[in-house]
């Protein structure tokens, strides 16, 4: 590897006395949530394709991507019995319209809604409404609101109630179909809404007297609409069909203006783009920067660019998810699936000598698991806390709290910084001593992580993995 030291200084120099992670960070969140089929989203794409081009990347371009929309109208969840009364409520995107006079059934609490509640109690589900917390305890691997959803509608559950686990009054959102990577959007099996701890206690103390009987009316509408990707590249001087891949979803949930998820990991792959870009000429590799629209609601963005690129993907060496990326905390190299590039990414965490952890670990549910699913080596750049093995919850995520005055900026120069020195040592260096994945190597990681079944369970298992 050549010496980089005088391209580092600039990189750190540039990103901590720049303002530019922060003038983009307002920006994006003036734009309002950038929630797919708004036209906060739209405005976002359009203000990203114009950095890129201010930035001088290679072909800065929209790649469109079509998929099935959901429009948010009106949801309500009542207490019939044993007391009538209306609580608060979120209606989970993409769920279902009910019957106008909406559905009725017993309320049945699953706790924490994991595989292990549902193996125990699945006789109870048929015909009832399941509430489950957000939570997933430490020892187990995630479990996605997707799944615990799924695993009640699949076992016959009439409606779903996802409660927050942290206190505050808040409810947490989320999409209530997950269905990547053929699949761009469809819709729940059954209506699904968001509440919050204390709502979910209220109906905990309400079932001590007995059965409880609740009802949710839902009106929403669907249909086919089209969104963007936002990509430039910097075209490698000497190996340009090599490509490294650093991506982040830009929109959030339509609740609130997602600063940390995930305008924060946009404004992160924006900086990076322009801080290389100020050294063209010495990247050896292409490296392309994609904005993804979509993720909150089904990774339409980073599925639809797959997809669009198949005969491409043979091009991508490696593929960043920056979903996440500039929260909190100093950054650290999260892969993605199979272990084989730790010993990489540990030698260059010494080389930039900073304190950077390593590790691997997976995960079905954002922009890297389209690319992963079909071979490619991903991983996330992630605040070092989340290498300490405790889960916690999403905290501020998916709620309306999700606010600019969240995000650190100190925090998101550090990271933009990392990730531009780590993106130049990986298009600098003479090979990268990686190999895309063969479809029975995916399978067999799929299935070490139990994320096989996960993906028969919400439908989404790929169909060239079969």
């Given amino acids: 590897m050549d010496d980089l030291s005088a391209i580092d200084k600039d990189i750190l120099g540039e990103a901590y006395v720049s303002d530019e992670t922060l003038t983009n960070l307002s920006r994006l969140c003036s734009f309002g949530s950038r929630f797919s089929g708004t036209p906060g989203e739209r405005q976002a794409v359009e203000y990203m394709h114009q950095k890129m081009k201010e930035y001088g990347l290679d072909d800065p371009r929209l790649e469109e991507v079509e998929y099935l929309g959901w429009t948010r109208g009106t949801t309500k969840l009542e207490v019939l019995e044993p007391e009538q009364k209306v609580l608060d409520c979120i209606g989970l995107p993409w769920i279902p319209s009910t019957p106008e006079d909406g559905v009725e059934a017993e309320l049945l609490?699953?706790?924490q809604g994991t595989y292990v509640d549902y193996g125990l109690h699945g006789d109870k589900v048929p015909g009832k409404i399941v509430m489950t917390t957000t939570f997933t305890p430490n020892w187990m691997r995630q479990q996605h609101r997707a799944e615990k959803l799924c695993r009640a509608q699949n076992l016959g559950a009439v409606g779903f109630i996802y409660a927050k686990n942290d206190p505050g009054l808040l409810y947490e959102t989320g999409v209530a179909s997950?269905?990547?990577p053929e699949v761009l959007g469809s819709i729940a099996g059954i209506p699904a809404v968001g509440t919050s701890k204390e709502v979910a206690a209220y109906l905990g103390r309400l079932q001590k007297r007995g059965p409880v009987k609740l009802k949710i009316t839902a009106n929403h509408s669907s249909g086919p609409a089209k969104?963007?990707?936002?990509?430039?590249?910097i075209v490698g001087s000497e190996k340009p069909d090599e490509v490294i891949v650093a991506g982040a979803h830009f929109d959030g949930h339509d609740i609130a203006v997602g600063a940390m998820?995930?305008?924060?990991?946009?404004?992160?792959?924006?900086?990076?783009?322009?801080?290389?870009?100020?050294?063209?000429?010495?990247?050896?590799?292409?490296?392309?920067f994609i904005a993804f629209p979509g993720e909150e609601n089904g990774d339409f963005g980073s599925a639809g660019y797959v997809l669009s690129h198949l005969d491409e993907l043979d091009?991508?060496?490696f593929m960043f998810n920056l979903d996440g990326a500039g929260r909190a905390s100093r950054p650290g190299v999260m892969v993605q699936g199979w272990p084989d590039s730790i010993p990489l990414f540990k030698g260059i965490a010494k080389d930039l000598g900073e304190p950077m952890p390593v590790n691997v670990e997976y995960s079905i549910y954002s922009d890297h698991m389209p690319f992963s699913v079909r071979g490619i080596h991903t991983a996330r750049i992630k605040g070092?806390?989340?290498f300490s093995g405790v889960r916690g919850t999403r905290g501020w995520g998916h709620t309306k709290a999700d606010t600019e005055d969240k995000v650190d900026v100190r925090n998101l120069r550090e990271v933009s910084a990392a990730l531009a020195r780590i993106l130049l040592r990986l298009a600098t260096m003479d090979e990268i001593p990686l190999k895309r994945k063969t479809d029975a190597e995916v399978r067999e990681m799929?299935?070490?992580?139990?994320?096989?079944?996960?993906?028969?369970?919400?439908?989404?298992?790929?169909?060239?993995l079969r």
Avoid: F, Q
């Fill in 227 to 233: 969104t963007w990707n936002v990509v430039g590249d």
């Fill in 261 to 288: 998820d995930d305008a924060a990991g946009a404004c992160v792959v924006l900086e990076a783009a322009r801080l290389l870009a100020r050294h063209k000429g010495a990247l050896k590799r292409t490296v392309r």
């Fill in 178 to 180: 997950w269905k990547p």
């Fill in 446 to 464: 799929l299935e070490g992580y139990g994320y096989d079944e996960v993906m028969e369970i919400l439908g989404s298992y790929p169909s060239w």
């Fill in 109 to 111: 609490n699953m706790g």
């Fill in 384 to 386: 070092s806390n989340s």
């Fill in 315 to 317: 091009k991508i060496v």
